[in-house]
Nanobody, 115 residues
Framework: QVQLVESGGGLVQAGGSLILSCAAS????????MGWYRQTPGKERQLVAS???????NYVDSVKGRFTISRDNAKNTVYLQMNSLKPEDTAVYYC?????????WGQGTQVTVSS
């Protein structure tokens, strides 16, 4: 069964960069669309980037031009390259399929951007 583990978060200054990784214990080949989500306390979890099996991508307007999602199906890994980070990007970041499946939620990885 597929398990997803997020990593790569940390504390960075505004304008800095991070790359997040989502490692799957099993194959993600059969998952058509993968996405990165973020959540802050008291707010609804938001999909910020998605990618299809074939590499087509989509982004929420607030991260367009700054974030890049990619996937390596052979390595069973999804990435999120985050550039020009802003304080409002601070959140716990999760990966999951699109639409989500409850059993895919991991612990997430904390991204904190200081001003």
């Amino acid at each position: 069964q597929v398990q997803l583990v997020e990593s790569g978060g940390g504390l960075v200054q505004a304008g800095g960069s991070l790359i997040l990784s989502c490692a799957a214990s099993g194959s993600i080949f059969r998952i058509s669309v993968m996405g990165w989500y973020r959540q802050t306390p008291g707010k609804e979890r938001q999909l910020v980037a998605s990618i299809t099996r074939g590499g087509n991508t989509n982004y929420v307007d607030s991260v367009k031009g700054r974030f890049t999602i990619s996937r390596d199906n052979a390595k069973n890994t999804v990435y999120l390259q985050m550039n020009s980070l802003k304080p409002e990007d601070t959140a716990v970041y999760y990966c999951n399929s699109v639409p989500t499946r409850q059993e895919y939620w991991g612990q997430g990885t904390q991204v904190t951007v200081s001003s």
